[in-house]
């Protein structure tokens, strides 16, 4: 089991929610860049969910926003969280 990774003072990321390790630089470069979001599902100072996504730019098209990963961990997962209202 990998342990639980800080993202800032109070908010932890929960250890199953990524395939592996996150690397912070590789975070802060993901986030850097204008064209990639990063949304996520908390639940008392813990990330349980997350999505990415990116801006794709194309040269013949408006740009659409690519929803690249939907996930979540086991335990929160079929409990209406991501379901439309």
């Known amino acids: 089991m990998r342990s639980t990774i800080a993202i800032s003072r109070s908010w932890t990321i929960a250890p199953?929610?990524?395939d592996k390790?996150?690397?912070p630089q590789l975070s802060k470069a993901f986030l850097a860049a204008p064209?990639?979001?990063w949304a996520v599902a908390a639940l008392h100072g813990q990330i349980i969910g997350k999505c990415t996504a990116l801006l794709h730019l194309l040269p013949d098209k408006k740009v659409e926003l690519y929803?690249?990963?939907i996930d979540g961990i086991e335990k929160w997962r079929r409990n209406g969280i991501?379901?439309?209202q």
């Open 16 to 18: 199953d929610l990524f």
């Open 21 to 23: 390790p996150v690397v």
């Open 35 to 37: 064209t990639n979001w």
């Open 67 to 69: 929803i690249d990963e």
């Open 82 to 84: 991501a379901r439309a």
